[in-house]
């Protein structure tokens, strides 16, 4: 056995195990010859020695499915998965290797061994550059362009076809399917946009063509004319070629193309266009300066580098680094990107380990998303757009989540859903057979719940198993480790939420005290449990776990929490039957399904509940079931109900917002400067008027605020209020723009007949707005619309320009105008109500 220069052993392969590798890749790569598939055979079995000779006989004694082989050939310019054959990984990527995934995913690169955070795994120059927007003279940096050019004009035109179906077969596509998906939707909103498309196309159109009145005319001319030289004369194109580039339609798949597939940091590159994409990377790629040094051994683990310096540029490089330790056989390598026509110099992204494939998904940055309606906020998931990011969720594949599932005694029912990928809303569940109401879907027993009552610390907490999180592994390792919500926004990213219900709600400063308060005293006390040199125990870890369980937990009562422990740490429900305190705990497979605004069809049900799910539930034991609340066709997407809540508490949880296209009851209590060209928004949405507030408006309309004495009042009947169980904020919403217990609440504290029958009695008064209440009403609205900085149509310009480049200030803008547009309508009721009370006293009076 030889070593080979990768330091591998080498080893001479059965013939059964070459013939079986040489069908494979004949059937993949049908018209290659014998030397580049050999090339490829030597990439995905770096170990194998094998010569020419012997290959060469073993493809001519290889089966050939000739149906396979005709259907493969005949695809023409359809893109094909595989490994460009020019690109030898095992001598650019030795700490890497190929593997074949099933299902769509194709081709992808896995880790050899353990590889440590901060380590190098390979640097690569881009296959195709694209310059940088600033450079001028980017002709002079397109050289798979100038080579396509050299070859159509001097050289024969059958390598010019060659080069021009390497670029196409190269570039991923999207698949029929997802393509007539957003065809039908694009149907419903493309007018919106087509217009923005044309007009970038004739700015394009125009660059290459300019007019006579514009600068660079005669420097163009000059450069086409006939009195230049043959040799820097370019040959006019067909008419077939000016269709195939610079028609409209050839723009749009070119821009789709180029976006899917380039990097910010300068163009396509080989190699790392076969690496999958996650939302949990485990690799970064980085457009490092030149002076950059690869750690040594002896400096591993450490951290990866970070962004370059303001002014220092790259080497035009992607250098790729582990983003964290990397186990071999654990999950494949993949990254997270965001794809634009904007270059810059930096890219973070990230890679896991080997064993188990990763889909690609045109989605939203950030969390799960529950809303499929179109707005534009998700409208890069149409053919058109020019600018999206691609997101990825790193997840154990659909067998290895049911079966760690099952092992946890969970019953699930396999053969009516399947989970997968979802543009736009990362995994999901679809039904794939008609489902009728009431079909239970999966049980969840109490003891696989993760809970704070049943976390073995000790058993996990070793240097080498911690990843593997004992029989929640698969669901745990399924969650996203980045989110977009405001709580990992930049102080000045914060500033664009004064005003809104969120503004006071992130509780960074807070989650902060509390990890360097109790959290980090825990973890320096006891460094055999937590390792200082893990980052699993970081802030920033600490904030993502935190973020974890804010977006995907379940709340439920903490007596079931740990009920199959036997835990001495349980509230227990008390002697007087009232109910025990609540906790968040994790569902697993609960937490994989999506959720959107009133479109939820299925719903989790509890053992000890007596709602219309429980005679499906007993059967299942004690613990949580998944059952369908109305009927479910084949194909549908199974979604669950997390309420209805408002943009602000999707942004605060979930990092992101809904704008559907709003209801014509909506629309038709908004005015058209409230609507503005912008019809999108969240049915739910709603505005928190702080109690505390309302009193003092209350005490300055009386003319009696900061007196003792009405302090001393005030304080009485805010206290019974409280006491009465009522709510100390009151909130406003699009079906209900005046809350009835804010018009009580301020009756209470003005008229002491209301307050001496609630005192006695319990009783709240009716909801009566007259003037002096409609008045009070008015100041309390003012002063809350005071606090915002932006105004109204500046939050409309935002949305309507859709800052894809800065997503906080588009969902900072949709919470503002959600909360805005409830404002308005509430004051136009309250003056109403005030314009009607005059109209009605002057007419008395004039009696």
């Not at 396509?268 to 994409?277: D, I, P, Q, R």
């Not at 009947?717 to 209900?736: I, K, M």
């Amino acid at each position: 056995m030889m070593a080979s220069p990768t330091g591998l052993p080498t080893l001479s392969p059965r013939d059964d195990a070459l013939i079986t590798a040489a069908s494979d890749l004949r059937l993949v790569y049908p018209t290659l010859g014998i030397a580049k598939l050999l090339i490829q055979l030597k990439s995905l079995h770096p170990e194998w020695m094998v010569s020419e000779k012997r290959f060469r006989k073993v493809l001519q004694t290889a089966p050939i499915d000739e149906g396979s082989l005709k259907s493969q050939s005949e695809t023409g310019l359809v893109a094909v998965t595989g490994i460009d054959p020019s690109v030898d990984v095992a001598r650019l990527a030795p700490k890497v290797k190929v593997k074949m995934f099933g299902g769509e995913k194709g081709k992808g690169l896995v880790a050899k061994d353990k590889i440590l955070m901060g380590d190098v795994l390979w640097q690569e120059e881009p296959w195709i550059v694209t310059a940088d927007p600033s450079v001028l003279l980017v002709c002079t940096f397109a050289k798979i362009i100038a080579q396509w050019r050299g070859e159509r004009e001097w050289g024969g035109a059958g390598k010019a076809e060659e080069i021009e179906r390497r670029v196409w077969s190269g570039m991923a596509r999207v698949n029929a399917e997802d393509k007539e998906m957003e065809r039908r939707e694009w149907e419903l909103i493309g007018d919106l946009r087509r217009r923005e498309w044309h007009f970038v196309h004739a700015l394009l159109s125009r660059a290459f063509n300019p007019q006579p009145l514009e600068d660079n005319h005669k420097p163009f001319q000059k450069l086409v004319s006939s009195r230049q030289s043959r040799k820097t004369k370019p040959t006019s194109l067909t008419e077939v070629e000016q269709r195939r580039w610079f028609s409209f339609e050839s723009f749009l798949e070119l821009v789709g193309l180029a976006t899917l597939n380039q990097e910010d940091s300068g163009g396509l590159y080989a190699l790392h266009a076969h690496v999958n994409h996650s939302c949990e990377p485990n690799l970064m790629a980085r457009n490092l300066p030149k002076s950059f040094c690869p750690p040594s051994p002896n400096d591993l683990p450490c951290d990866p580098p970070g962004a370059n310096p303001t002014g220092v540029r790259g080497n035009g490089k992607l250098t790729f680094v582990a983003r964290r330790t990397i186990h071999p056989a654990s999950s494949s390598l993949s990254r997270f990107s965001s794809f634009s026509l904007a270059a810059s110099s930096d890219q973070s992204t990230g890679l896991p380990a080997a064993a188990s494939a990763v889909d690609v998904s045109i989605r939203r940055s950030g969390k799960p998303q529950h809303s499929r309606g179109y707005s534009p906020d998700n409208f890069h998931e149409h053919p058109q757009a020019v600018r999206f990011s691609v997101m990825a969720v790193l997840v154990p594949s659909q067998d290895a989540l049911i079966e760690e599932f099952r092992a946890a005694s969970g019953w699930i029912d396999s053969d009516s859903f399947q989970l997968r990928q979802i543009d736009g809303m990362g995994w999901g569940s679809i039904a794939s057979r008609d489902l009728s109401a009431n079909t239970p879907l999966f049980h969840v027993p109490l003891h696989h719940l993760l809970t704070p009552f049943n976390s073995d610390l000790r058993s996990l907490l070793s240097d080498t198993d911690w990843a593997s999180l004992g029989e929640s592994h698969c669901d745990v390792e399924a969650m996203p480790t980045s989110f977009n919500t405001p709580m990992f926004w930049s102080d000045e990213q914060q500033l664009e939420l004064a005003g809104t219900d969120i503004e006071n709600r992130i509780g960074r400063t807070e989650a902060e005290d509390e990890y360097y308060t109790k959290v980090l005293p825990l973890v320096q006390t006891y460094p055999h449990l937590f390792p200082a040199s893990s980052p699993n125990f970081s802030l920033q870890a600490y904030h993502v776990q935190g973020s974890r369980i804010l977006s995907r937990s379940f709340t439920i009562a903490a007596s079931r929490a740990g009920i199959s422990q036997g835990s001495k740490e349980v509230v227990k429900e008390d002697e007087t039957g009232e109910e025990d305190e609540e906790v968040a705990v994790m569902v697993p497979m609960a937490d994989m399904l999506n959720a959107a605004f009133a479109k939820d069809n299925a719903r989790l049900f509890s053992d000890d509940s007596a709602d219309e799910g429980l005679a499906i539930q007993n059967s299942k034991g004690k613990g949580y079931t998944m059952i369908t609340t109305i009927d479910i066709a084949a194909g549908e997407q199974i979604l669950n109900t997390y309420g209805s809540p408002p943009n602000s508490e999707l942004l605060r949880k979930y990092g992101h917002v809904d704008m559907p296209l709003l209801d014509s009851e909506i629309l038709s209590i908004l005015s058209p400067e409230e609507i503005g060209g912008w019809p999108y928004g969240n049915p739910g949405d709603e505005v928190q008027l702080d109690g505390q507030m309302v009193a003092n408006i209350v005490g300055v309309e009386a003319g009696r605020a900061g007196t003792s004495e009405w302090e001393s009042k005030v304080k009485i009947r805010v206290d019974s209020w409280l006491d009465d169980g009522q709510d100390d904020t009151f909130s406003l919403s699009f079906a209900e723009p005046l809350d009835p217990g804010l018009i009580s609440f301020i009756q209470i504290l003005t008229n002491d007949h209301d307050w001496h029958r609630f005192d006695k009695k319990g009783k709240l008064p009716d909801p009566l707005v007259d003037e002096d209440i409609a008045q009070i009403i008015h100041h309390v609205l003012t002063q809350r619309m005071a606090r915002y900085k932006n105004g109204y149509q500046e939050d409309l310009d935002i949305l309507l320009a859709q800052p894809q480049n800065a997503p906080y200030l588009r969902d900072s803008a949709a919470v503002r105008l959600g909360e805005k547009r409830i404002l308005h309508v509430a004051f136009r009721i309250v003056e109403a109500r005030i314009k009607k009370r005059l109209l009605k006293r002057k007419a008395s009076e004039d009696d």
